[in-house]
């Protein structure tokens, strides 16, 4: 992604490190930066917005792919599943899905997801507490919303690791740069693992359905249309993904920005009323997912630049929310901006605003809650030898060595 603008490496450990300078220029290079023939960056907040929410602007999955690794790749285990996803489906294939999984996700209400969240909190950290230090990452950010998950699928604890070892192979097909063979060979089984799995899951929960979410999906209808297993078994593997790998990389990413602004730190501790706006802010100013791609339909013109037929912008959802023209002091952590702002584009825009949103909010806020109750002496340990993933698409820490 560096043909238009040499002179930024968007690879480097020092971009890595902090990407915000990089964003700072690509913003001022235009509302959409040509990054190579057909491809485009948008930066800018209004830019960025306005692309998600254009209804002549959606996903071609299979096209983008194409693209890095070259023809029959759909035909691979991992992107055929990766395909069925929700997240990447346009109207009117996205519209039917995402009224069918609304009727199973909307059934557990705030409270339930709260306790669920809070109960798996506690049980993580009951096993920590005395060790008196840990990665966070591995020992808390990653365990919590895989445990959440299979909470909402009523799965039991021996299999949690798994989940949480294929995800972390499967979510690298979403990356926006090509992966080496053994990442793809990974992903692939990881995404053979998926199905075997849950297509015996579902075996079983038709012959004996509860309350549960995969149950929920099974009975979920509209009129006479019902979900097909397939698309039931890449939607709950999306759930892993989305709710799993973008939370915890949530979490770490909120504890570290914390950190780094120790009065607001303090603060968070003191008053816990203050922790879904130390949830908001840290969405913008550290958010998970940093690109979104999406494909022009039809040829368009955005701020005065003609797009044709075929063209595909990455949406800079990272860059958008330190855009100085929307944000007051937008490289600044503040705990306290006002609640009607505009809101940070963390979990995208239009149709394809993230289905689990509430539940990834709720996520956050309980493990901070218990991090912040159960540990009140919470400190990093040697912050700055910290390494960010080597990774366009997604933002978060490799380790966060805490001790308490």
Known sequence: ????????????????????PAYTRLRAMGPLVPMGPGVWLAARYTVADAVLRDARFGRDFAASVERRYGPGIMDAPAFRMVGRFLLLMNPPEHTRLRVLLSKAFGVKQAA?????????????????????????VTAFNYPLPIAVICALMNLGSADRPLFERETRALVQVLEITALSRDALDAANR??????????????????????????????????????????????????????????????????????????????????????????DESLRYEPAVHIAARTVFEAATVADVALAAGALIYVNLGA?????????????????????????????????????ARLARIELEC?????????P????????TLRWKPTLTIRGLDALPVSW
């Open 190 to 279: 990881a995404a053979l693992v998926f199905e075997d799995y849950f297509r015996r899951l579902l075996a079983e929960r038709r012959r004996a359905p509860g309350p549960d979410l995969v149950s929920l999906l099974l009975r979920a209808e509209e009129g006479a249309d019902r979900l097909s297993e397939d698309e039931i078994i890449a939607n709950i593997t999306l759930l892993f993904l989305a709710g799993h790998e973008t939370t915890a990389n949530m979490l770490g990413n909120a504890v570290w920005s914390l950190f780094r602004h120790p009065e607001d730190w303090a603060r968070v501790r003191r008053e816990p009323g203050l922790l879904a706006a130390a949830v």
């Open 367 to 375: 493990g901070l809650a218990a991090l912040f109750r159960r540990l």
């Open 1 to 20: 992604m560096t043909d238009a603008a040499p002179s930024l490496d968007l690879t480097s450990p020092e971009f890595l490190a902090d990407p915000y």
């Open 320 to 356: 958008a929310n330190r855009d100085a023209e929307v944000f007051e002091q937008p490289d600044r952590f503040q705990l306290g901006r006002p609640a009607s702002a505009t809101k940070a584009l963390a979990f995208g825009g239009g149709i394809h605003y993230c289905l689990g």
């Open 377 to 384: 002496a919470l400190r990093i340990e040697q912050p700055h």
């Open 112 to 136: 339930e997801l709260r306790r669920l969240a809070a109960a798996e909190a506690e049980r993580l950290l009951d096993g920590l507490i005395d060790t008196r230090s840990a990665d966070l």
